[in-house]
């Protein structure tokens, strides 16, 4: 069974301080690691999607990178407006049977003070 | 190019009466899901399309029916709501897995309460 577990549940900023959020997964062929944003009361943002271990991508101040069991989500000196829940998804099935389906971790709510 | 639109927004149900949550995407993605997401829970699959005419069930799919008649259409039914579906519901869609971008894009969401 694939499973993702997210760390912190809750992380809390002050603007400008950077930090990490961890997503450590276990899958049985990945063929892509997902990171979504939420704000509240809407629906998930696609951020970032990872193929394979060593794999990095940037967008603004986030950065995001992958290695085998784990992978990182990277804020540099976030901005109150970086304030979301961040969620971690796998999809499986190198053999392409996955059908696209992804199993989500429970998320980690960031909060930048400014 | 509005992407996935779901309706309604917001219902309130009592227990025992059935509705229809519609999904709609103008992307011509030939995947779509439906996905509820409760606190503590993060969001799991009821159930999902790989093309029109199709479905399969997903990770928590008792309660629940879908069709696709449409490829851009996914529609949830609840024949008898209970107090446990209770959530925010959530669809999405996707290209196959014959490309290599398979990311999913998410509809606004529908909060359900059933009292």
């Known amino acids: 069974e694939d499973q993702v577990t997210q760390s912190p549940e809750a992380l809390r900023l002050q603007e400008g301080e950077s930090s990490s959020l961890n997503c450590s997964y276990t899958?049985?062929?990945?063929?892509?690691l997902f990171w979504y944003r939420q704000d509240p009361g809407k629906g998930p943002e696609f951020l970032f999607t990872?193929?394979?271990a060593g794999e990095e991508k940037e967008k603004e101040r986030l950065k995001a990178t992958l290695t085998k069991k784990e992978s990182f989500l990277h804020i540099t000196a976030p901005k109150p407006e970086d304030s979301a829940t961040y969620l971690c998804?796998?999809?499986?099935?190198?053999?392409?049977?996955?059908?696209?389906?992804?199993?989500f971790g429970q998320g980690t709510i960031l909060t930048v003070h400014p | 190019n509005a992407g996935v639109t779901q309706t309604p927004k917001f219902r309130v149900l009592k227990t025992g009466q059935s509705m229809t949550l519609l999904c709609a995407q103008d992307?011509?993605?030939?995947?779509m899901y439906w996905y509820r997401q409760d606190p503590g829970m993060g969001l799991r699959l009821i159930h999902y399309?790989?093309?029109?005419?199709?479905?399969a069930k997903g990770e928590v799919p008792d309660g629940y029916n879908v069709s696709r008649l449409k490829k851009q259409n996914f529609l949830l039914g609840l024949e008898s709501a209970a107090p446990s579906q209770t959530s925010v519901y959530f669809c999405?869609?996707?290209?196959?897995?014959?490309?290599?971008?398979?990311?999913?894009?998410f509809g606004q969401g529908t909060r359900l309460t059933v009292v």
């Open positions: 999405a869609s996707s290209y196959s897995m014959s490309r290599r971008n398979t990311e999913a894009f």
């Open positions: 899958v049985s062929g990945l063929r892509g």
């Open positions: 990872l193929y394979s």
């Open positions: 998804a796998v999809q499986a099935g190198a053999g392409g049977t996955s059908y696209g389906k992804l199993t």
């Open positions: 992307m011509n993605h030939e995947y």
């Open positions: 399309s790989v093309g029109e005419g199709t479905t």
